[in-house]
T-cell receptor, first 112, second 113 residues
Framework: EDQVTQSPEALRLQEGESSSLNCSYTVSGLRGLFWYRQDPGKGPEFLFT???AGEEKEKERLKATLTKKESFLHITAPKPEDSATYLCAALPEDTGRRALTFGSGTRLQVQP | EAQVTQNPRYLITVTGKKLTVTCSQN?????MSWYRQDPGLGLRQIYY???????DKGDVPEGYKVSRKEKRNFPLILESPSPNQTSLYFC????????????FGDGTRLSIL
């Protein structure tokens, strides 16, 4: 069974305090690993796609990396506006459904 | 602006009263999908559509119907809603290539009493 586990469930950081969020996945034939940001009352907002182990993507203070079992979302010198829930989702091998397997998310709070 | 639009955003209704949640996208995407989000369970796929007139079940399809008569619209129908369908619902769309990211609407919060 495909499974995605995110840790920690919640993380509180001071502004400028860098950290990493973890996403462990077990899927049959990973075709893509996606990171989304979700703000309260909003839908998931796409951040990154990673397709193969060793790949890295960056956007402002965020960097996503991928290994064969895990993905990390590194947050460098976060600001209060980075506060959100970060979701990781894996796309397993082609069944036609393109059903993303989501983790339960990491709630990040960045305090000024 | 490229977007996925859902309506209504909030709805409180009673058991057994048929309801429809609309979803529309303006990106000319072939693929559309419905998910529900429940605490501790993450997002789970309800139904999906590969293109017009092509729909199929996802992981949790019981109690739901969909249709895809036009490329841009993908309504979710609850013919006889029950309290266990109280949830936060998201519509998503993506382009033709299967490993492209899905783009989500802002959600519909349904409460079935």
């Amino acid at each position: 069974e495909d499974q995605v586990t995110q840790s920690p469930e919640a993380l509180r950081l001071q502004e400028g305090e860098s950290s990493s969020l973890n996403c462990s996945y077990t899927v049959s034939g990973l075709r893509g690993l996606f990171w989304y940001r979700q703000d309260p009352g909003k839908g998931p907002e796409f951040l990154f796609t990673l397709y193969s182990a060793g790949e890295e993507k960056e956007k402002e203070r965020l960097k996503a990396t991928l290994t064969k079992k895990e993905s990390f979302l590194h947050i460098t010198a976060p600001k209060p506006e980075d506060s959100a829930t970060y979701l990781c989702a894996a796309l397993p091998e082609d069944t036609g459904r393109r059903a993303l397997t989501f983790g339960s998310g990491t709630r990040l709070q960045v305090q000024p | 602006e490229a977007q996925v639009t859902q309506n209504p955003r909030y709805l409180i209704t009673v058991t057994g009263k048929k309801l429809t949640v609309t979803c529309s996208q303006n990106m000319n995407h072939e693929y559309m999908s419905w998910y529900r989000q429940d605490p501790g369970l993450g997002l789970r796929q309800i139904y999906y559509s590969m293109n017009v007139e092509v729909t199929d079940k996802g992981d949790v399809p019981e109690g739901y119907k969909v249709s895809r008569k036009e490329k841009r619209n993908f309504p979710l129908i609850l013919e006889s809603p029950s309290p266990n369908q109280t949830s936060l619902y998201f519509c998503a769309s993506s382009s033709g290539q299967s490993n492209q990211p899905q783009h989500f609407g802002d959600g519909t919060r349904l409460s079935i009493l």
